[in-house]
Structure formats: C-alpha cells, structure tokens
C-alpha cells in the first residue's frame, strides 16, 4: 500500500481559497484518490476561508495532503490557536455553516494544537460504489 503526501505554504488571503481548492482538485485526480473530489474541496475551502477570515494578519497558512487506499486527509495549519467551532444552524445567518458542513461531510475531523497555532483536519473513506 502506498501513500502519498504533499504540503504548501500560501498566503492567508481571500486569492488562497480557490488555489488551495484547484491544488486539492489536481492533486486527487494526479493520485487517482477515491474519494468525493467536490466533498474535498469544498471543505478545503471551507477550512482556508476560516483562516482567512477568522485568523486574519496570520503570517502562516499551509495546506496538507494524505492519501492512502483507505483514507484521504486533508489538513489547514495557521497560526492562531483559537479553535473553530460549530455554530448552531441560523437560517437567517447568511455565515457560520462551514464547520458545521465539515462536521456532517467528512467521515472523521478534528483540530490540534501545531507550534502555537493549529492543525485543522478532516478525513474521507473511499466512496461507495
């Protein structure tokens, strides 16, 4: 079994989001990954958009990549140790659904402490044919 792994340092602004979401988007096909490819990127960008918008003068924003046979990983660093949170669903809120959209999607997620800041993750099974 192999695995594959990539890692990319961007920049914390709004031009990172759809970057991080192609790199997602090239890097599964590239490695022939399983998983739901619009699932992955949409919470990529759910989780880089946090950054951007909730870390805001951060000085660290990189993105990680593991995949597996089994399992696909996905990962945001930054340098703020405030931790997300999921938001009680607000239909007249036209924000706050995105860790509420990684909660439900992914199969497992998480968030940990990284030098200072932290680590926010999620995995995806292979899909079910």
Known sequence: MSTHTASIDLPPTAASVPVARRLVRDLLQ???AR???DDA????TELVANVVDHVGGSDCLTLE???SEDWL???VIDCSPTRPAV???DLDS???RGMRMVEVLADRWGCEDHRGG???WFELRPQRL
């Not at 990127?41 to 990529?44: C, T």
């Open 87 to 89: 938001q009680n669903l």
């Open 30 to 32: 590239a490695w022939g």
């Open 65 to 67: 990549a593991t995949y």
């Open 118 to 120: 932290k680590r926010v």
């Open 73 to 75: 990983r996905l990962g």
């Open 35 to 37: 998983q739901d490819h």
């Open 94 to 96: 036209p924000r706050g």
């Open 41 to 44: 990127m949409l919470l990529v």
